[in-house]
Every structure is written in structure tokens, then in C-alpha cells.
């Protein structure tokens, strides 16, 4: 600092070289220099000073003020003034205005150099790390080249040149070794403002890094021609990725695959040898499964649009294919597709339809007592519960051959009286459980559904209110490598995760935990997050 006082352009020159070598603008240099100056000139004057420095940004000459706030009372005469010394040099001066005084300048010691010299650092780190997230903060969802800085702890720290990032152990690719000095090219996954600076966070094995890189290697999918609708991926090993084109003439998987497939192998490359299958997208979501499971031939699909669940039956001989190595050939088409995929060979579904054709008619058999032929008659007209006899259309039933209408109205007369029964002694159930009333009074629980309910310990309002979605609906995780199903309370009665939600919202407004109002603004906020997301990932 004392080199300063003897050479002030020097000092401009020195924030000249920060600004530059920081990427900074000079301005926020200067400024750091001054509130340096300031903190060094309260040790000479007083900590309790209020002390304002300016720097000339073209000469490099210092000033100094003390400030003294204007006061009715004086209580600290290092800091105050009162209001009629304030009006004797500014008569429009007002009670709670700061007067200044020029201070004489000061040679700065030893100690108070270096304290200024920690302000100035300070200063100018965090202007760097503002100009750092500026820089960085809208370009989520880029590729970007760098070069291994370090590994620490399995996080691979990268230079970007004007900043650092770092590819955590669980973003990187198996098997893949990262040396000091080595070039990577990985996915922005996001950009958080924190308090050590901005954390820029990098990935190789997010789904959207492989799609960006088919974005630089095949010119439909950048021009936008060939979109890509979904990608799939077990980092390292294999990959799905659908891929649409909105011209007719143009061949997706021919475009992404390349002339001797040189466009796809780049990609390939890039990965490290992941396996990549390339799927023509269809907006018929079973013809979309058919193809994600590919190279499997498929026989016959069964799908179920309200649970996102669909069936896939497939040759004896394909099964093995169409699971893949340990499963991975279903996994990734299920992640694909967003469908839930069961598959069963062609014996086992043929099997499974003997075993639901039995089941069905015998509930017809007991409940409705008929013979076995009439039961058999029914489910094969495709009725599957005693309630759709009960309600169904009288004409509908009678369009079945061999029945009239008193036939078809006894029927109806049967299946009423054993519904009728069976919520006597459900309700009788319910309440030896101790389900309480309110539930009765929730729209879209029926009382088998309450009894099941009850059984798993949820006998109020406000026990429903405490689920989880997945606590109704099932969920399924991946343990020990394996996925492993877990049931939900009513996931036997089909509901669905959307159902499931509003029933536990409209569960938690009855009990008084949130107000309908509350739902619309999350709900209002989730929608402006998700149109946020999608503008960046465009």
C-alpha cells in the first residue's frame, strides 16, 4: 500500500491486471480498492468512523471523508453531528442525512496493508464467482469441453478455463479412468449459486448428454427435422433412444445411424462403447413398446393407458431376448416408453387367461347362482365383476344370445341383491375395525376399498391425509441389482397415481391440514417450474 501512495497510477494499473486476469469489470476493482481503503483508514481513525474512500479511476488519486450522520442529540461525536452545525454548511440539511468532512491522507502500516489487501481479495473472489454463475447459469443443458484438474474422492474436478466443475462419482461412466490433464466433454446438469461460489455440476451419464451428442453428430436432429422424443440409458453398458422424424422422406434411424454407421459409433466412442439401440418413436404407445423392446419380436400386447401398466407376450424362445441380461432390455424400454412392462410367454398368457376365465366364472356361479354355462357366457361377453351386471343396460344384456328379457332383469335382480349383501357385511367389517365415518364420505373409495383401507391400520380422515401416493399405488425399487415390487394398499383395485394423489389432497383440505387455495398455488408453481425446464432443455 505504501507503493501505492507513492505511484497512484499504479493502483489503476493493478486493477487494470485483476479486471483482465479475473474477467471483472474494472469498476468492481476500483471498488473493492475503496472499501479497502476505507477498513485500513478506521484503524488510523477509529473503527467507529464512518470512513468513505474514492479512487480517481483515471489519475489513481485517493480521498477520504469521515461521514457523520445529522442528529437531534448528539450521543457520539466520532459519528454524529447536530442539526444546526449540518445546516451552517447545508441549509436543506434534515435530521437522519449524512454531512462529510475530507480527512487528511494517511500512510498505511504494515498491518493495515495487509488487512486492505484481504478486503480487496474478497472483493474481487466474489465478484468473480457472480460473474462465474452469470456465465454459467443459463447455459444448463450444453455440452462442454474442459480438462481434469484433479480427482478427489472419486469427483473429478474439471477446468473450464473461466471456472471449475466437477463430475461426481455418480454422474461418471464405469470403468472410465480420469487422469490430470486429460480432455473431457461432459453435460451442464445444473448451476447452484453457494456460498464457497458457484457450484457447476457436470455428467456423462445423464440420458440428456447422449442426446446432445447425436445433437452435434447428426445435422436432422440440430436442424430440428429428426427429433429426439425419449433416450434410455445404463451408463456404459446399453442405451434406448427414440427418435422421430417430421419428415416423411427422411428415415430417423437411417439419419442417426450414418453411413456405415459412422454417426451412431462416434457416439459410441464418445461413451466409451455403450450399445446403443435406435428406436423409430410412434405416438401408438403399444406400437411404441413393440419397438422399444427391439430385437425381440413381440406376439400381442395388452395395455392399460390409467396405470401406465402394459403386458407384452411374446414366442417361448423370445422371452430370454426380450428381458435381456439381467433385465436390462425391459428396464430400458420401460424407461423409455414410461410404461410399466410385464412379460409372459405365450404359454404363460394363455395360462393366465384359463386362470382368469375360471376365477370370473365362479364368481358368477356363487354370487348370482347360475350354472356353469351361464357364468361361462357372461365372461365371455367380456364381464368380469357382479356390479357391471347389476348396472349395466338391460338391452345391453339382452343382445347376449340365449337371453330374454326376464332372464337378463332376473340377473340384474341377483347381482343387486349380492351387492346389497356383501355392504352389509363389509360395513359390518368396517366398523369391527374401527374404521371411522368420515371415509364413507370421501368420493372415489368405495367400501371394499375403505374394509382394505382398515386393514392396513388407515381408519380416519386424517390417516388417509398421512400417506404417500406410493402407499396406495405400489412402487418398485432396484435391490441388490434386482427390481423388486412392493404392493399398495389398493393397488388390487387399479388405482392410479394421479387418483391416488387427489384422493390424499382431498383427504388432507377435509382434515384441515391445507386449504384448496394452498394446492392451487403449488400447483401453479409446479406447472411454472416444469414450462422453467422445459425452456431450458429446448
Known sequence: ???????KLELIQIADAVA???SIDKSLVIEAMEDALARAARTRYGHETLVRAEINPQTGETKLWRLLEVVDEIENDQTQMTLEEARHRNPEAEVGDFMSEP????????????????????????????????????????????IIKRVEYGHVIVDLGKAEAIIRRDQQLPRENYRNGDRVRAYIMDVRRETRGPQIFLSRSHPQFMAKLFEQEVPEVYDGVIEIKAVARDPGSRAKIGVFSKDPGIDPVGACVGMRGSRVQAVVNELGGEKIDIVPWNENEATFVVNALAPAEVSKVVLDEDLKRIEVVVPDEQLSLAIGRRGQNVRLASQLTGYEIDIMTEEEESAKRQEEFRERSELFMTGLDVDDMMAGLLVSEGFSKIEEIAYVDLEELMEIDGLDEETAEELQARARDFIEEEN??????????????DLLEMDGLDLKMIVTLGENDVKSVEDLAGCATDDLTGWTERVDGERKHYDGMLEAYKITPEDAE?????????A???????????????????????????
Open 512 to 538: 384441515g391440514w391445507v386449504t384448496q387455495e394452498d394446492l392451487d398455488a403449488m400447483k401453479a408453481a409446479e406447472e411454472e417450474a416444469e414450462e422453467a425446464e422445459a425452456e431450458a432443455s429446448a
Open 502 to 510: 387427489d384422493l390424499i389432497m382431498r383427504a388432507r383440505i377435509q
Open 424 to 437: 352389509k357385511k363389509l360395513d359390518e367389517k368396517r366398523k369391527e375395525l374401527g374404521v371411522e365415518d
Open 1 to 7: 500500500m505504501n507503493a501505492v501512495s507513492a505511484n
Open 20 to 22: 483482465r486476469e479475473k
Open 103 to 146: 480527512l487528511p491522507p494517511i500512510d498505511f502500516g504494515r498491518q493495515a496493508a495487509m488487512g486492505a489487501k484481504q478486503v480487496i481479495t474478497q472483493k474481487v473472489r466474489e465478484a468473480e464467482r457472480d460473474r462465474q454463475y452469470e456465465d454459467f447459469k443459463d447455459r444448463i443443458g450444453e455440452i462442454i469441453n474442459g
